[in-house]
């Protein structure tokens, strides 16, 4: 397992990083998200909208229907909390968990919906891999644009699947998907060799937490063998823009580029 004191130096790291990219936000930016159309990530937020957007019709509102009772929700990697804050919106009994408790982006910044008691959310400081939830407990699991700092996969699968009743989801939004372990290698070989460069003085600490970076279905698939979960892409019709991607990169001659879509995993 990851030291703590690792992970700790890489959340400060990282809250740093994204306050120099100008991340933190206002309340009513805070409210709005992800339906952000304006700011320097615009076109970051439309494509996650699309995410969110098929997670709540494909999988949330479903769960609503069926369970007769407000279904329970545990946000994994959930930053400043929009996604619990939605779901509590939406009918659920929602928790925020993350390992970063700044104001930047992390769950520090959920201080702008206390006073939203129309959707109440609880939040914990935890990581992925020691859920402190009991088995069994939860009736979805959503990593939200967080699996793929997983520094071991199975293992945090395996903590998804433990706070999970059976007929639960495991819901995947956001994470950079390749279709082979070539394409995904790529990408990490990159990210790697222009840390210092996109990550400035925070590169040694973002880099020496060893994320598993992407996923592949075969990778997916293998580290939850064991675990009993049946595993469907639902893929999600995203902007021109995005969709456009890959035929761009062929005509610069760059590396194929991830795709995000809804990964839903149902638990046996």
């Avoid at 990282?14 to 990530?41: C, I």
């Amino acid at each position: 397992m990851t030291p703590m004191s690792t992970l700790t130096e890489f959340a400060n790291a990282y809250a740093a990083h994204r306050a120099s990219e100008g991340r933190g936000r206002s309340t009513d930016e805070l409210l709005l998200l992800p339906y952000v159309d304006t700011g320097p990530f615009a076109d970051q937020w439309r494509v996650r909208a699309r995410t969110y957007d098929a997670f709540v019709r494909r999988i949330l509102r479903p769960l609503v229907s069926s369970l007769g009772r407000a279904p329970r929700l545990l946000d994994v990697g959930a930053g400043c909390g929009w996604l619990a804050r939605r779901a509590a919106l939406a009918g659920c009994e929602s928790i925020a968990l993350d390992i970063r408790a700044d104001t930047v982006d992390g769950l520090g910044a959920a201080r702008a919906y206390a006073d939203d008691h129309a959707a109440p959310f609880g939040r914990v400081i935890a990581t992925f891999d020691a859920l402190p939830m009991k088995s069994a407990t939860a009736d979805v699991v959503v990593f939200n644009a967080s699996l793929h700092y997983s520094t071991d996969l199975a293992r945090t699968l395996g903590e998804a699947r433990r706070v999970l009743q059976a007929g639960g989801r495991i819901a995947l939004l956001d994470s950079p998907f390749y279709r082979t372990t070539v394409a995904g290698e790529a990408m990490a070989s990159e990210k790697r060799r222009t840390a210092a460069e996109r990550f400035g003085p925070f590169a040694e600490a973002l880099m020496r937490l060893s994320c598993i970076e992407y996923l592949t279905s075969e990778r997916l698939t293998s580290a939850s063998a064991a675990l009993g979960l049946e595993w469907r892409r639902h893929r999600v019709r995203y902007p021109l823009s995005y969709e456009l991607r890959p035929i761009a990169a062929r005509l610069r001659g760059r590396r194929i580029p991830s795709r995000f879509d809804l990964w839903e995993g149902i638990a046996a």
